[in-house]
């Protein structure tokens, strides 16, 4: 069985996950060509403006940033159903600061494939006007995609959450960037959000989901670095 | 001249008050503003304050009707507690009836309260006080009797962002207490001019100036260079072939302070120096890294003349007098004449004596400046500093805090600014979109008006929106940024790691986060084994390992100062005198001008050559290690687009190699160097660079963009954050006008990318390169190729990591078993 792969023409990364074939985009999204389905995972629109009320102005661009990357790889990839696997709004009132644009912007996405909106803790109740369906978890061939990890052990579990980060050294110098984790059964994807931080793998509340061995699949600027975890291992910033 | 008290104060102690001091009393009696110049040594404090004292002395007796009269501030709160002290002497001895206080971070939340009701008749605190004091409601009140402000180590603060901060403080002075008079006290500067101006308030159309007076020199240092005729090393930064050199200049002496320029530099000489320290003098070690209690021990056996030596970094340029110092040593090059002053200043603080100093240079390199910058400072010759305008980073600090104690007119407001001298040029637009920023984050995007942190009142003043920004202020003020540090932590071996330990001290997060368990490095004077990186802590063990994989951590790099780097590349082309230099350093140099050229003056050498597989291409612009950095970030991306495939390249603080794949011989370097680089390659450089990052990050932290950590408030693993690197990038994107990018684009103009140096260097150089295809490398060359493996920066480098990770793990990673 092979388990990382890279494609001969697109030189994309390719990963088996529970017996189905997932191509791992560097903008953080994965992509199953068999079901022509691409997952985002905790995409946290409007975290920027979550921070004015404490009076802390940061760049309010951030759902722009993230939509704009999304609209992208949609383009990419063009598939028939995206899905979002949770924490898409920030928190509950997200979706009213929405400017004009960005709600455009969002709806223009949702008419170019189907959306399925997993329900996550920051966002147990997508707002309606969006397109697409609402669910708590989705079936997808042998994966089963949700927002939140198990704490039992699922095979074929596809989720986010955690947003996972890995960093290397060399030559005095470390890299740490976003990444996808995976032992080939299950699989983590990256957070997706302009403003989401991140978790290393090391941490236990990643590296405790994983009995063996696992793979950190580290974003670059144009393609997907898989490291041993014995190299990503470190611990939480 | 003295009244009839003073004179007699000074009669008893034997001293005769001199010159300078008399004419900072008269300037005083004339209510002017004066810049004293004057070497260290010279009783400058005592002349800052007498003054002040015969005011004092003048007036009547009961404190409580008085307020506070004057005000000292200094860089360091240990010199300003240092300066109270020596003020007990005339008060006591005079029995005048003047309070002195000093306020740091060390003061009791009480003593501040009853200081802002009832001050003392001298208050002594530091620019970050200053400013908390002016941001409450009461600053009003408190300053409105002040007469005097004394401004100790001035050189040290006015370029600087403290100085800004310092700078607009004052200016807020001047509204609150106008016709205050003030007196800098510096020592010797190139061009006292833009202290002159920093003294006082700038009028609108031109140019004002405080009085001056220039304190007459003291004796002449006397300063050797130890070299060696038969070995110098042709790289690195630790001179140990000269440490017996060191080890008997510290037993010749009394008491020696040994200064090297980085952290690391201490660590290892601190412990090559108790390899060969026999008689088992008392030498100690003191850096910015290591427990304060630590630090506070080593001053205090200092202090008392329990020490014979102590290996130290810039934390002890300046500071308290400890007159015991008969001995200077420099380890390194001393990257500065002005600084190489400072440091020869600590050893005899008596202005008749000369002042004896040791310095070693660690490579040939460093001969060459260590000779340039002796002759220098035995010239009376200094550094000149390029000079910094007013961050905009830096005003948003401070339009926040003029709304903690004042609603404020923004025109009164931007007058006052304006006065200050490192405002000056600052334009109405810039002044309103920081206010903007303050109020709503400035975006041209207005989606934060509901939450303002500033609004209009009715008479059109802005006031704070919320009581509680007037805390948030408080927490996030001041204009030092540190990096973020991780506490070190000694435990017992065999013990799992996070449990217990004792503090050594702190080290940069960047640099914890590179180890690996099992790593080892030299720290607080031990070789330490990394065990694993907790949330309280850096867990270590003491390991029995001699040979410690040495850490590059940072601090105390200073470039070389441009006036230097032109001396030193005016003593390599002039071999007529050659001859001073010790021999290893003079072969090397003939050699050089045989196999290539010494260039001559106002030229640049470019030379390539081939080595091994790869293609090389070295010049020697003397630079600094930064603007050589930010040089080879852009040389590589022009080489990548022309096919030439570049591999990577080093700097040091003389030159810098880039390697390729392909032959760089056949390229035209008046094209490859044009300054048309600091367009757009610059550009898009810029928008990934982790240096420029950092820039952004310091500077969004003192605007106020994102708070500070604290101690125990840091947010823990689990609960995920954002970081500024990600706010970065995309403001970049989105606002690339945005006020806080113009303030990091200025910062890095001067700070750690030297764009305007390295701008300078390509304007001096156009039509002046001369170019040398050689065979094999030149001499000249060879200590930046012995750098490579040390210090190597590739074009894209984090990828390259990435990469490499991957070859060698993805044997692992792929296996499928």
Redesign the interface.
């Known amino acids: 069985?092979?388990?990382?792969w890279t494609d001969p023409v697109s030189g994309d990364l390719l990963i088996d996950v529970n017996g189905e074939t997932l191509l791992l985009d560097a903008c953080g999204a994965a992509f199953s060509p068999a079901h022509s389905t691409l997952v985002f995972a905790d995409l946290h629109f409007e975290?920027?403006?979550s921070y004015?009320?404490g009076?802390?102005?940061?760049?309010?661009?951030?759902t722009?940033?993230t939509l704009q990357r999304m609209a992208h790889a949609i383009g990419r990839h063009k598939p028939a159903r995206v899905i979002a696997l949770g924490d898409s709004f920030h928190d509950k009132d997200a979706a009213y600061r929405l400017?004009p644009e960005e709600r455009g912007l969002l709806q223009s996405l949702c008419r170019a494939a189907h959306f399925v909106w997993i329900a996550g803790n920051h966002d147990p109740h997508p707002p309606d006007w969006l397109g697409g369906e609402v669910a708590a978890s989705f079936r997808l061939g042998g994966l089963l995609l949700r927002h939140e990890p198990g704490a039992m052990f699922q095979p074929g579990e596809v989720a986010g959450h955690l947003?996972p980060c890995a960093?290397?050294?060399?030559?005095?110098?470390?890299?740490?960037?976003r990444c996808f984790v995976s032992d080939g059964i299950r699989l983590i994807l990256p957070?997706f959000g302009?403003?989401?931080?991140?978790?290393?793998v090391g941490?236990t509340?990643i590296a405790s989901l994983f009995a063996g061995p696992f793979?950190a699949y580290?974003l670059?600027?144009s393609r997907v670095?898989?490291?041993?975890r014995?190299?990503a291992a470190?611990?939480?910033? | 001249m003295l009244p009839p008290q003073f004179q007699h104060w000074f009669g008893a102690r034997g001293w005769a008050p001199r010159a300078h001091q008399l004419a900072l009393v008269e300037h005083a009696a004339r209510g002017e503003s004066v810049l004293l110049v004057a070497p260290t040594g010279g009783g400058k404090t005592l002349a800052g304050f007498l003054p002040t004292l015969i005011a004092l002395a003048g007036q009547p007796k009961r404190a409580r009707t008085r307020g506070l009269h004057t005000l000292y501030i200094s860089p360091l709160k240990a010199l300003a507690v240092d300066v109270a002290r020596n003020l007990d002497a005339p008060i006591a001895e005079m029995a005048l009836a003047v309070t002195v206080e000093t306020r740091t971070g060390d003061t009791s939340a009480a003593r501040r309260q009853r200081q802002r009701h009832l001050p003392p008749d001298i208050l002594l605190t530091t620019p970050e006080q200053l400013s908390l004091l002016l941001a409450h409601p009461r600053a009003a009140r408190m300053f409105e009797s002040l007469k005097t402000v004394v401004l100790d180590e001035l050189h040290a603060l006015s370029n600087s962002k403290r100085g800004d901060l310092l700078a607009l403080g004052l200016a807020r002075l001047c509204t609150l207490a106008p016709g205050h008079r003030r007196v800098g006290l510096s020592a010797t500067v190139k061009d006292p001019a833009p202290l002159q101006r920093f003294l006082v308030p700038q009028p609108a159309a031109e140019e004002a100036l405080s009085a001056l007076v220039i304190a007459q020199g003291g004796a002449r240092p006397r300063i050797e260079i130890s070299a060696s005729d038969s070995y110098i090393p042709w790289a690195g930064h630790l001179a140990r072939h000269a440490m017996l050199d060191v080890m008997t200049a510290i037993q010749e002496s009394k008491t020696a302070l040994v200064f090297v320029n980085t952290r690391s530099q201490a660590e290892r000489t601190f412990q090559e120096l108790w390899a060969i320290n026999d008689s088992n003098l008392p030498i100690a070690l003191h850096h910015g890294s290591l427990a304060v209690q630590q630090r506070r021990k080593v001053e205090a056996a200092m202090a008392r003349g329990d020490l014979r030596a102590v290996v130290c970094t810039s934390t002890l340029d300046l500071g308290i007098d400890w007159g015991a110092v008969d001995k200077v040593i420099c380890i390194g090059a001393p990257k500065g004449a002005a600084r190489l002053v400072q440091r020869i200043g600590r050893a005899n603080h008596r202005l008749d004596e000369p002042s004896a100093a040791l310095l070693v240079p660690a490579n040939r390199f460093e001969v060459l400046e260590c000779n340039a910058a002796r002759d220098a400072v035995l010239a009376g010759e200094l550094d000149g500093e390029r000079l910094k305008t007013g961050g905009l980073d830096v005003l948003a600090q401070h339009v926040w805090g003029s709304a903690c104690a004042a609603p404020f007119d923004a025109a009164q407001l931007y007058g006052e600014v304006r006065s200050a001298a490192p405002y000056r040029e600052l334009s109405r637009t810039d002044f309103d979109a920081v206010v903007d920023f303050v109020a709503?984050?400035?975006?041209a995007?207005k989606?934060?008006d509901r939450?303002a942190?500033l609004r209009k009142t009715e008479d059109g003043k802005y006031r704070l929106?919320?009581p509680r920004?007037a805390q948030?202020y408080r927490l996030n003020a001041g204009v030092i940024v540190e990096d973020a540090m991780v506490e070190i932590r000694l435990q017992s071996r065999g013990r799992p790691a996070g449990a217990g330990g004792r503090k050594l001290g702190e080290l940069e997060e960047?640099f914890i986060?590179?180890l690996?368990p099992g790593d080892t490095f030299v720290f607080a004077g031990d070789v330490l084994r990394f065990e694993?990186?907790?949330?309280t802590g850096a867990f270590v063990t003491r390991s029995s390992d001699p040979q410690a994989q040495i850490p590059?951590y940072n601090g105390g790099k200073f470039p070389l100062s441009t006036f230097l780097a032109q001396r030193v590349r005016e003593m390599v082309s002039r071999p007529q005198d050659w001859h001073k230099l010790p021999a290893p350093v003079q072969e090397w140099l003939r050699i050089q001008e045989w196999r290539s050229v010494i260039p001559k003056p106002g030229q640049l050498l470019v030379e390539t050559f081939p080595r091994g597989n790869r293609h090389y291409l070295v010049c020697y612009p003397f630079e600094g290690r930064l603007a050589h950095q930010t040089l080879g970030m852009l040389l590589t991306r022009r080489l990548e687009r022309s096919g030439h495939h570049p591999l990577g390249f080093v700097a040091n603080e003389y030159a810098l190699a880039v390697w390729a794949a392909r032959d760089m011989g056949d390229l035209d370097m008046d094209a490859l160097f044009n300054q048309d680089m600091l367009g757009d390659d610059l550009d898009s450089w810029l928008a990934e660079s982790n240096l420029y990052k950092r820039t952004f990050r310091n500077c969004a932290i003192i605007a106020g963009?994102?708070?500070r950590r604290f101690p125990g408030k840091e947010k823990?693993?689990?609960q995920?954050?954002?970081?500024s690197d990600?706010?970065y990038?995309?403001?970049r994107?989105?606002?690339p006008d945005?006020v806080l990018l113009r303030a990091t684009y200025a910062d890095a103009g001067t700070g750690l990318l030297d764009i305007a140096r390295l701008g300078d260097m390509l304007a001096r150089v156009r039509r002046r390169i001369v170019t040398r295809r050689l065979e094999r490398v030149s001499p000249l060359a060879v200590p930046a190729l012995l750098e490579i493996s040390?210090?190597?920066v590739?074009g894209?480098?984090?990828?390259?990591?990435?990469?490499?990770?991957?070859d060698?793990?993805?044997r692992?990673?792929?296996r499928?078993d």
């Open positions: 069985m092979r388990c990382v975290k920027g403006s004015a009320r009076r802390q102005f940061l760049p309010p661009y951030d722009t940033h400017g947003h960093s290397v050294a060399r030559w005095g110098r470390s890299v740490r960037r957070s302009a403003y989401t931080g991140g978790l290393d941490d509340a793979h580290m670059g600027r670095y898989a490291i041993a014995r190299a470190r611990r939480a910033v | 709503t984050g400035g975006y995007l989606r934060y939450y942190r929106a919320h920004l948030d960047y986060e590179q690996s694993g990186l907790r949330e590059s963009l994102i708070q823990t693993g689990r995920v954050t954002f970081s990600l706010i990038d995309v403001l994107e989105h606002e945005h040390r210090e190597m590739a894209a480098v984090d990828e390259a990591i990435l990469r490499d990770n991957e060698a793990l993805i692992d990673a792929m499928v």
